[in-house]
DNA sequence: ACTTCTTTGAGACTCAATCTCAATAGAGGG
DNA sequence: CCCTCTATTGAGATTGAGTCTCAAAGAAGT
């Protein structure tokens, strides 16, 4: 399904207006695979003139990871980080201390352990985060 | 060791000095095993008549958090939360989402095959975070 | 077009955490 | 015990991501 019309779809069911606005955030937010903050993405749409308000970004963000449409990331230094979520299977994330860097994993057998677990210790969980820090042994990176 | 003695090898090696504030702070992080953050710390501090400012709270647990001996902790609700780490072995959290229960879990399994997996895809983990977010069966809790 | 209800923008505000800087106080040496 | 050299402290200002307010603008159904 087409960018425009998921969001339309979505905004429908729930009842919200679908805007201008909504749709210049969402096509900003699908128009990479980079991890950015709310300031990234606001400022990207302000530098090909598509003036939305700072408020704006953010409340658009929040419908959007509401509906399962965009990814909330929080690394932990104070402020999210966003990804398209559609069509994208779920990941977790590595990030390299030194450059910054973010690579995506995926491994069904923690998956399936951590849920093992939880069932072990009474709990049926909804949602996780697993992120892994350290160093990258890429060339390019600085502390090499 | 004594928590006295640990905290006041730890600020000689570094060359920082042992104040009554430190002390105070340390003694308090130790007193429970909660989950706490600065501001139920400090609170806490003020209530035993113990003056330390609210900018020595917070200057003290980084301290403390570099030198190994508290670890910071971020479930993504905007704030620090803090424990003890003199002799506690590593663990990561499962957390309630309706009564905020915070349990801990460690799976060897797990450990291994992160490690595993951040060396297949290039890197050297030096920490990570593993967290469980869902709903505890507890008679209890809210929401049953 | 009319009406109703939602959304937007601009700036004020919140809240955890950090910074500033003058005053205070460890720690080692004499 | 005092001196000097620095580190530390307290109080309040500041930061910065994110949220809130409210009047004006704009969807969408009729």
């Not at 300031?39 to 970004?57: F, G, H, M, P």
């Given at each position: 399904?087409?960018n ?6 979505i ?63 929080d ?32 491994n ?19 949602r ?10 890429d060339?390019?990176c600085?502390?090499?």
């Amino acid at each position: 399904m087409h960018n425009t019309d998921k969001l339309k779809q979505i905004l429908h069911k729930k009842n919200l207006r679908y805007t201008q606005q909504r749709q210049e955030v969402w096509d900003e937010i699908c128009s990479t695979n980079e991890h950015r903050d709310a300031e990234d993405i606001y400022n990207s749409l302000r530098k090909r003139q598509t003036n939305v308000s700072r408020a704006t970004v953010y409340r658009t963000i929040d419908v959007l990871v509401k509906n399962n449409l965009v990814r909330r990331l929080d690394l932990g230094d104070g402020r999210s980080r966003f990804e398209n979520k559609m069509g994208i299977a779920h990941h977790d994330h590595i990030v390299c201390l030194d450059c910054r860097k973010i690579v995506e994993f995926m491994n069904e057998e923690i998956e399936e352990i951590q849920e093992q677990v939880a069932k072990e210790m009474g709990f049926e969980i909804v949602r996780h985060v697993h992120q892994l820090f350290g160093h990258c042994l890429d060339e390019k990176c600085p502390n090499k």
